[in-house]
């Protein structure tokens, strides 16, 4: 269905979300939500290049991964 392109409704914004280790982030998101599964969605959650809240995605990222690999 995904890769049909069955995928009809989408929502976008900005969010300002705080996560307890980097601190307030600023990114914007991208919710995909296929209508005859309501329940499965896919969600993108980006930061402008080169700001303050793409630094601390990375950060979390090198977090998660342990070792800095991406």
Known sequence: MWADGNV???TCGDRTPRHPEVGT??????VMTQPALPDHRIEF???APGSPSSDALSRLTDTVLGDGRR
Request: proline letters at 0%.
């Open 45 to 47: 959650c980006t930061a």
């Open 8 to 10: 009809q409704e989408c």
């Open 25 to 30: 982030l600023t990114v914007t998101y991208q």
